[in-house]
């Protein structure tokens, strides 16, 4: 009997594979957004004032470290509950533990905040309280 629990316990992790399709739907969305973004950057750089190059690139910046975040946690996730055991596959898929995962996340979030912290303060104008605690 404790044996099939656990077996059923254990199968139940497929349904993570429902949770990493979507991050990856996620990353096409975000790959769309940076498309856009750099497409209507590279149209308009040669008359955008350096300021709004900045900001643009600064976006540019923001959206391909939240990519990087959904990436770090699909492969993570993947590696760690679904990948077999047995040391087939990519080592570096291997490589990725909570720990590193933990870290790399928190530097991506720290980096993504200080960003938007530029953001707001070269656009003084549209700086604001409500803003600010965004």
Not at 19 to 34: D, E, H, N, P, V
Request: glycine share 8%.
């Amino acid at each position: 009997m404790e044996n099939q629990i656990y077996r059923l316990l254990a199968a139940t992790r497929w349904l993570l594979l429902l949770f990493y399709g979507g991050l990856a739907m996620a990353l096409l969305g975000f790959a769309y957004t940076f498309l856009h973004e750099l497409v209507t950057f590279l149209a308009n750089v040669s008359h955008m004032p350096e300021l709004d190059a900045i900001m643009a690139v600064l976006g540019l910046i923001d959206v391909t470290l939240i990519a990087g975040l959904v990436v770090m946690v699909m492969l993570s996730g993947f590696g760690n509950f679904l990948a077999k055991p047995t040391g087939e596959g990519p080592a570096w898929l291997a490589g990725i533990s909570f720990a590193a995962l933990k870290t790399k996340f928190a530097s991506t979030i720290a980096a993504i905040a200080a960003i938007n912290t530029l953001e707001l303060l070269l656009e003084p104008q549209s700086l604001s309280y409500e803003k600010a605690l965004m």
